[in-house]
């Protein structure tokens, strides 16, 4: 319990450091950590939205900016590249030759997408116009290329096909894994994106699929969307890279089935 008599500045950068590495705070916790009453609490987050620090939602905050942002698919391609190579190598090696994959939209998985090209026998069911791009080049240029299966729906910025078409056609099929890219993760909120029709897309994605692997860098970690749409102890595979913090790393070996952390050769 922090001491009673600290500072209102002290405390907020204790409230902004909290909210950043769990992705949100709520009230309640913040009161007991900090020694003091609700009410002050919410003065703080009340501070801190002013200046534009925190936004405040039901019962806490997450960090500014973070819920309703969604940069478009080439603004993200290009973040930690790095990262998202190695991830993908680690998650390409969890697919079977025969299977059925299902690949959500996303930079990442639109990386693993590439390297999957020479699983023989493999069916892909995607949401992804990007990862359908990469197949659908791919048949073209020899026999044997993954069968490509697209969902249908309205694209968002992020190049995923979403809304009732989607989460129809995903409600006929049974695939054995999904690899599913995320916008934010965090302990409290679970798997996040800003598109609330994203988000029921990818819950029917995961209702779709037998297994759920989530490929994400270290930069999703205490990143909070909008929409929420699974809990970390459903995802039976966790594949990130070296950055990842260890205190999530902690925290991800106790909720999920597997944590995989990719190293990256180059480094």
Known sequence: MADQGMLAPQRRALIVQSAKRDGAVRV??????????GMTVRRDLDALAREGVLEKVHG???????RGREPGFEAKAGLESAAKAAIAAAAAALVRPGSVVALSGGTTTHAVAS????????????????????????????????VLVLTGGTPTRSAALVGPVADRMLASVHVDLLILGVHGVSERAGLTTPN??????????????SRLAVVADHSKWGVVGLSGFARLDEVDCYVTDAGLPDRARELLEGQVGELVVAEDPAA
């Open 115 to 146: 390297r999957l090209l020479e699983v023989p026998d493999l069916t892909v069911v995607t949401n992804s116009l990007a990862v359908a791009r990469v197949l659908e080049e791919a048949s073209y240029r020899r026999a044997g290329a993954p």
């Open 60 to 66: 806490g905050a997450v960090p500014a900016g973070v």
């Open 196 to 209: 609330m029709a994203e988000a029921q897309t990818n819950r029917a994605l995961i209702t779709a699929a």
């Open 28 to 37: 309640v916790d913040l009161a007991a950590e900090l020694g003091v009453s």
